[in-house]
């Protein structure tokens, strides 16, 4: 008997089939703890799901994941939907998540709680909140322009604060769309510039009706507003994220529009007070002034006036005169200091010094001529018994004695017989030279 052996590959395909035909894998309902979960942005996500006693790998693709609510984190038990298969190239089988949701806890309830969590620690909860205009001119509303909001809004402010504009920015306030109709809306309020305060707002609903206002996008383009911004949205029990980050929070429509404008009658009551009181002031201002001019007319200053300077007067010419007799006195010391210098000048003047120092430099001139020409005259002696010295040590006139020196034919001085290299020699006498040779030679004894 011939057995036929399977590929690994075939018998992975054949497996494979089974589970992609098998009724009950198409669709399975499952619930499990999250394991092995690291987010990956903009991407497929894959995980394991597990219980206490078995575990399944699993994946989810780009396009499902984006449709839920929540982050999954690690541990988290949750429901989820899909098909069970095999993958051919490890051989192992895992579920396609097609949704998922939190086990025991809403879907959008865990989204909230994960976004609150997350806004918070960033800050966008506790940063400093913006004060209201307390006498806007132009109110801007984002909210649907057909629902009850606006008009209670508009009724509030025309009861209240009549000469306040309100400008609706119409925007869907429910469903996939609403997010970015709304932060589309709030960015247009700002860049236009022009409004005091900005109303967020929409009537109660379910979660699922109010999740517009949970999305991030929302809370930060309200976080980013230059412009106060109210919130109402749904129920006085209802809190979302956009009524954590406003700058105030209002229960009703109507009470965000209460919270915008003040009462007219009210302001115009108070600028009445505060104008009789300004008027109560400075009436009590005034007669207070007038007191004090009275009393100050009724000082002698004023009805005596020259008793303000009579002791002034003393007082100037009793120094005038301590300044005159002052000023003689010094003067006198001053005229005697200067006569008693010029004496002492004329007694120390150089007249007479300079007239002893004129007689010494003539008598030190004739004195320094006399002994230049005595100088000159002994060095005129002295030069002409050098010159006399140095004739008689001359020797052309040894020369002239009788006596002669001689050369050899190189010129060179031959004092001795042993000098003589050539026959020729040179005879120098007093008036002149004889060119002579050298016959015989005969050689004396040395002087010792």
Not at 21 to 42: C, H, Q
Not at 55 to 66: L, Q
Not at 404 to 423: C, G, Q, W
Request: no cysteine.
């Amino acid at each position: 008997m011939t057995v036929e052996y399977l590929s690994v590959s075939a018998l992975t395909k054949y497996i494979k089939r089974k589970f992609d035909v098998d009724p009950y894998l198409t669709k399975v309902y499952l619930t499990g703890e999250i394991s092995n979960f690291r987010l990956r942005p903009n991407a497929h996500q894959y995980f394991s799901l597990k219980d206490d006693h078995a575990k399944i790998s699993a994946i989810m693709f780009k396009s499902a994941f984006n449709k839920i609510k929540f982050t999954p984190e690690e541990g988290m038990k949750v429901l989820v939907t899909g098909h069970i298969s095999v993958y051919e190239p490890s051989g192992s089988y895992q579920i396609y998540v097609d949704s998922m949701e939190p086990d025991g806890v809403g879907q959008l309830y865990q989204a909230y709680e994960q976004l609150k969590r997350k806004l918070d620690q960033e800050g966008l909860f506790s940063q400093p909140k913006k004060p209201l205009v307390r006498f806007p001119k132009q109110i801007a509303v984002v909210t649907s322009p057909s629902g009850a909001v606006i008009r209670d809004i508009i009724t509030t402010v025309r009861r209240r604060y009549p000469i306040a504009q309100i400008v609706l920015f119409p925007a869907l306030v429910q469903g996939n769309e609403a997010s970015a109709d709304i932060v589309r809306q709030i960015e247009r309020v700002n860049q236009l510039d022009r409004f005091d305060t900005l109303i967020i707002g929409r009537g109660g609903g379910s979660i699922e009706d109010l999740w517009p206002f949970n999305e991030e996008a929302v809370a930060r383009a309200i976080s980013a507003s230059r412009i106060p911004v109210i919130s109402s949205v749904g129920h006085e029990t209802d809190t979302t994220i956009a009524d954590l980050v406003a700058d105030v929070r209002a229960a009703t429509p109507t009470a965000a529009a209460e919270l915008a404008v003040p009462r007219l009658d009210q302001v115009l009551v108070d600028l009445k007070t505060s104008q009789n009181r300004v008027i109560n002031a400075e009436y009590q201002i005034l007669q207070q002034l007038e007191l004090r001019l009275k009393r100050l007319r009724q000082s002698p200053i004023f009805t005596s006036p020259e008793r303000l300077y009579e002791t002034f007067s003393q007082k100037l010419d009793l120094l005038s005169q301590r300044l005159k007799n002052q000023s003689d006195k010094i003067t006198s010391g001053r005229r005697n200091q200067l006569s008693e210098l010029t004496m002492r000048l004329k007694m120390v003047a150089p007249t007479h010094t300079i007239n002893d120092q004129r007689q010494r430099l003539r008598f030190l001139v004739l004195k320094l001529s006399q002994q230049q020409s005595k100088r000159v005259s002994d060095d005129r002696q002295r030069y002409q018994m050098l010159v006399s010295a140095l004739d008689h040590l001359s020797p052309l006139k040894i020369l002239r004695r009788g006596y002669t020196y001689t050369t050899d034919e190189n010129n060179h001085f031959v004092s001795r017989v042993a000098d003589l290299k050539s026959k020729t020699i040179n005879v120098h006498f007093s008036d002149g030279i004889v060119n002579a040779t050298v016959d015989q030679i005969e050689h004396g004894k040395e002087d010792d």
